[in-house]
């Protein structure tokens, strides 16, 4: 197996409430995006693709 050299990761974590609040907002996006974009490139019908978004959609309300 080929391992490379490690790398170097520098991660600012936020400082106060709103920045963790802000944060949190964007990687939200960022998976309903993710979300998003993989049932737009599923292989079945629109109507299949609404009732799995719907589904996905009460499941997290039942979360909560």
Do not use: G
């Not at 599923?42 to 039942?62: F, G, T, V």
């Amino acid at each position: 197996m080929r391992t490379s050299a490690p790398i170097e990761v520098i991660v600012h974590c936020p400082k106060n409430e709103a920045d963790e609040r802000e944060l949190a907002r964007r990687a939200a996006e960022l998976h309903a995006d993710f979300v998003m974009n993989a049932i737009e490139n599923l292989d079945c019908s629109a109507n299949q693709k609404q009732e799995l978004l719907w589904a996905i959609k009460d499941m997290y309300r039942s979360k909560r």
